[in-house]
C-alpha cells in the first residue's frame, strides 16, 4: 500500500475494512490516523445540495439554532467578538447565531448551492471551495471554526495550516468532529441496527475521509502549529436518544479516563501567541 499517513510519514499501515466498491479504511501503524484510501469518487459541489440541507432548514431548525447559539458563547470564551469565519459553513446557522451576537462573519463553503443561498438570502460572506485553495487575507480573523468540517476534508494538515494563517496571534481555532476512538455509539450501534457501525459505506449522505481520536487530533493541531487550550467532548446532540447517549459517555469518560463521546471538541491558539 502506497499511501503513507499524512500526520507521521508513516507508510506501515494495516486495513481496518474493504468496501464494496474497494475502498479501504486504514489506520496508521505509527499514530494511529485512519483514513479512506483509495478516495472514493466523490463530487462535494454538488453532493451537498437542497435536498441534503432540507431536513437541517426545515425539521431541525429549532434545535439547531440552539445549538449553534450555544456554541457561540462557547467561542466567545476564549476570544472576544470580533470576526469570524466558519469554515464549511453550510446552511449558515452558525454564522447567523455569530452575527446577532456581535461578530463580523464570513464563511467558506465547497457546496455551490450552499454558498449562493447565503449571499443571496442572508447577505453573508462566503468563499466558494476548499479553504486550501482560497487567497484570503492573511492574520484577517479572530476566531475560525471547523464544526465537523475537517474530517470531510482530502488534506486536514493543510487546512488547519492554512487556518492558522488567517487567525491573528491572539486568535481561537474551534475544531469538532466524531470521535472515532472509544465511543459509546460505535458499541451500542450493533444492538440496536443488528450490523457493526462501518467506517464508510458506498453512497452513503456523510463521507468522511478521515477518522479522529483524541490523540490524533490533538497531534495534527501541535503539528499545524497550534497549542491546545481545551480539549473534550462535543456536545452537540439534537434528539433525546442521542442526548441520552452524551450523558452515559460522559458519565464512562469520568469513571474510566477515556474519552466515550461522541464527538471531540478542540480549541486552540497559534503556537507562542500571547
Known amino acids: 500500500m502506497s499511501a503513507g499517513c499524512s500526520l507521521c510519514d508513516e507508510n506501515r499501515l494495516r486495513v481496518l475494512e474493504t468496501a464494496s466498491d474497494g475502498v479501504r479504511t486504514v489506520q496508521c501503524a505509527g499514530c494511529g490516523l485512519i483514513w479512506l484510501h483509495p478516495r472514493p469518487r466523490f463530487d462535494r459541489t454538488t453532493h451537498y445540495d437542497d435536498q441534503y440541507y432540507r431536513p437541517w432548514i426545515e425539521e431541525q431548525a429549532r434545535a439547531r439554532a440552539r445549538l449553534w447559539r450555544e456554541r457561540a458563547v462557547l467561542v466567545e470564551r476564549f476570544t472576544p467578538r470580533g470576526s469570524l469565519l466558519d469554515v464549511g459553513c453550510g446552511d449558515g446557522s452558525f454564522l447567523t447565531a455569530a452575527r446577532e451576537r456581535g461578530w463580523q462573519v464570513a464563511g467558506t463553503e465547497v457546496s455551490r448551492w450552499a454558498a449562493q443561498r447565503l449571499r443571496l438570502e442572508q447577505g453573508i460572506e462566503v468563499w466558494e471551495g476548499d479553504l486550501t485553495s482560497l487567497d484570503l487575507w492573511r ?133 507562542g501567541a500571547p
Open 139 to 271: 492574520g484577517r480573523f479572530d476566531a475560525v471554526t471547523m464544526w465537523h468540517v475537517l474530517e470531510h476534508t482530502e488534506r486536514p494538515l493543510q487546512n488547519l495550516l492554512a487556518a492558522r494563517a488567517l487567525l491573528r496571534d491572539n486568535g481561537a481555532l474551534v475544531v469538532a468532529v466524531p470521535n472515532a476512538g472509544r465511543t459509546l455509539f460505535r458499541a451500542v450501534y450493533p444492538f440496536v441496527r443488528w450490523k457493526r457501525l462501518q467506517y464508510y459505506t458506498p453512497g452513503e449522505r456523510e463521507l468522511h475521509l478521515y477518522h479522529f481520536t483524541p490523540t490524533t487530533l490533538h497531534a495534527m493541531l501541535a503539528k499545524a502549529g497550534f497549542d491546545p487550550i481545551l480539549e473534550g467532548p462535543d456536545a452537540g446532540a439534537l434528539t433525546v436518544a442521542h442526548r441520552a447517549l452524551e450523558k452515559a459517555a460522559r458519565l464512562l469518560s469520568v469513571l474510566s479516563g477515556a474519552n466515550w463521546s461522541q464527538a471531540l471538541l478542540a480549541i486552540a491558539r497559534k503556537r
